[in-house]
């Protein structure tokens, strides 16, 4: 499995079909799912899987698995993405921890690796997270990353309009 970045604790690796069982736990969980629309359904899950591997050969990134070195466990996913806010293609930092992980400082680290990557790698001029007005958790992570608000706007969940923030951070000074 293609390794991709590490740190002392963790690293992050492409996923594959052997993962879907772990995304499951992840992306059909109400709790984690609470700032999407909803959890998934299994296709839903299958084609999130799809949409990683197609952008990992047409990009060299996407979502990546989180692993403890220690333990050799499936933490949850963080990598990066392209994603569409008002008509502008985004490249962003996006993180889904497995709740069983959650309060032990993997998104940060694992998002930190990803900030190195976009600056380092693919010499990106900036990067952002987008958020949900609610949702705390994942601010302070965006924060832990140095971005700072830089929009507001309104994603459609089932007609309904919900407010989300796009924190963002320049990686050329
Ligand atoms: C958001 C998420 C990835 C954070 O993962 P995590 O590994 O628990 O995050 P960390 O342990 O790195 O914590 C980051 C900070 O957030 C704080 N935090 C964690 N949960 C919090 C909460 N519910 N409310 C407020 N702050 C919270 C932590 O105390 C920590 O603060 P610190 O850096 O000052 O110590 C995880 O909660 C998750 O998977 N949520 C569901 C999916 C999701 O919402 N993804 C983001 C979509 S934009």
């Keep these: ?14 996923l594959s079909e052997d993962d879907l069982e772990d995304l499951c736990a992840i992306l059909q969980d109400e709790e984690t799912m609470y700032a999407y ?12 899987l799809n949409w990683n591997l197609a952008s990992y050969q047409k990009n060299q990134f996407g979502l990546w698995a989180i692993v403890d070195k220690n333990e050799e466990n499936f933490v949850g996913q963080c990598g990066i993405v392209y994603s569409e806010v008002e008509g502008k293609n985004l490249l962003e930092i996006g993180y889904l921890l497995n709740k069983r992980y959650w309060h032990n400082g993997y998104a940060s680290e694992a998002s930190a690796l990803c900030l190195n990557y976009a600056k380092n790698i693919l010499q990106a001029q900036k990067i952002c997270s987008i958020i949900r007005d609610t949702n705390s958790a994942s601010q ?8 700072t608000i830089v929009q507001e706007f309104y994603k459609d969940y089932s007609g309904l309009p919900v407010k989300h923030y796009v924190y963002s951070i320049d990686l050329v000074k």
């Design 140 to 147: 302070k992570v965006a924060e832990n990353n140095g971005m």
């Design 1 to 14: 499995m293609k390794k991709i970045i590490e740190n002392e604790r963790l690293y992050l690796r492409e």
């Design 37 to 48: 629309e909803a959890p998934f359904t299994d296709e839903k899950v299958s084609d999130w």
